[in-house]
């Protein structure tokens, strides 16, 4: 395996590497979740290609109040992984190296990019499309895979391959997720016990919006909504979201009461320091992360329930494939097949 830290090492590399290049991006700390990015880049590239990795924790992407400093950095141990796991060239340059003078051009992601995780991370997607966009330039792949956890990331990165006819294949991967339903993150290790045993709530939550998808969404949202809901004592599970329309913020009252499951003595009852926190819950289009609203019953096609929520102060993202089909509608291409192009059903390169 080649370790290449430097633009000039990864062109003296890329000169030998044998077609197809599969791309896999990653921020580093890598778990299953990213091992399963780079069993399917294996797959792609057959075993005469090549799967080469990139390891770079990108400033840009990071507003000025989050974790760029705290960020999980072992590329020891991921070096090792990627070895393991059959990469054949591992591009972990660094900062200086990725961006030797100030970078004044950008990428902008247009109003997709401006929505939901856009929205709560101000210049997130500029950063994560500049990075993707410098990476494809120099490894020059002919695939990268990312993961479905991020799912506006994914439908972002495929818009921009589009429209900048860069002739590069974007293929996503399932999200991978702990026994208890939780997906799996870099950003897991920041969670106490005590908000490890309440994450999969959202999971939970997302589970049974796309269980509810018969009727219509806003019973999906509404359901989602009322897994939440149940965490808080004294506070009556709704019908529907707490406000109208596509997006549901800050569904919890402030300073909540929570059943107190972590210490088991359910009759009493606690702060809720581990409650989640929503930023959104909302339902997407999951070919143009379009917002689908809660009463357009006439909605067909594949849609994204995505949820990121605070659990002490640990920000957490997922999402689940919700499929909307009447049982007389054909059945499309992409869903018979399991290999949505949509992104809807398929883990990723942010954590």
Do not use: W
Request: net charge negative; aromatic share 4%.
């Amino acid at each position: 395996m080649i370790v290449a830290e430097t633009r000039a090492e990864l062109r003296a590399a890329r000169e030998k590497l044998v077609s197809p290049v599969v791309l896999v991006p990653t921020m580093g700390a890598l778990h299953d979740g990213h091992r399963a990015l780079l069993r399917r880049a294996r797959e792609l590239a057959g075993p005469g290609g090549t799967v080469a990795v990139s390891i770079f924790v990108n400033p840009l992407q990071f507003g000025p109040n989050e974790d760029l400093d705290k960020y999980p950095r072992s590329l020891d141990a991921d070096l090792a992984v990627c070895e393991t796991d059959g990469a054949d060239l591992v591009f972990a340059p660094s900062v200086g190296e990725m961006y030797p003078q100030e970078q004044l051009v950008t990428v902008d992601p247009g109003p997709t990019g401006e929505i939901l995780e856009g929205e709560f991370r101000p210049g997130f997607f500029h950063g994560v499309l500049t990075v993707v966009l410098k990476l494809f330039s120099l490894v020059r792949p002919d695939t990268a895979v990312f993961g479905q956890k991020d799912a506006q990331q994914l439908v972002l990165v495929r818009r921009m391959a589009a429209d900048f006819g860069l002739g590069i294949e974007i293929e996503a991967v399932p999200t991978v997720r702990s026994a208890d339903g939780l997906a799996l993150s870099s950003r897991n290790k920041y969670l106490s016990a005590e908000e490890r045993a309440v994450a999969p709530v959202l999971h939970r939550a997302l589970a049974a919006g796309a269980a509810a998808a018969s009727g219509g969404p806003g019973a999906v949202l509404a359901a989602a909504q009322a897994v939440l809901n149940a965490l808080v004592l004294d506070k009556p599970v709704v019908d529907g979201p707490v406000v109208d329309g596509p997006v549901v913020k800050d569904p919890v009252v402030k300073d909540p009461v929570v059943k107190d499951t972590v210490a088991g003595d359910t009759g009493r009852s606690q702060p809720g320091k581990a409650l989640p926190r929503v930023d959104y819950l909302a339902l997407v289009d999951g070919r143009s992360y379009a917002p689908v609203r809660s009463d357009d019953l006439d909605f067909r096609g594949a849609a994204v329930l995505a949820i990121a929520a605070r659990i002490g102060t640990t920000r957490l993202i997922d999402n689940v494939p919700v499929n909307f089909f009447h049982l007389d509608d054909p059945e499309p291409a992409d869903v018979q097949d399991g290999s949505s192009q949509s992104g809807t059903e398929r883990h990723a390169a942010d954590d």
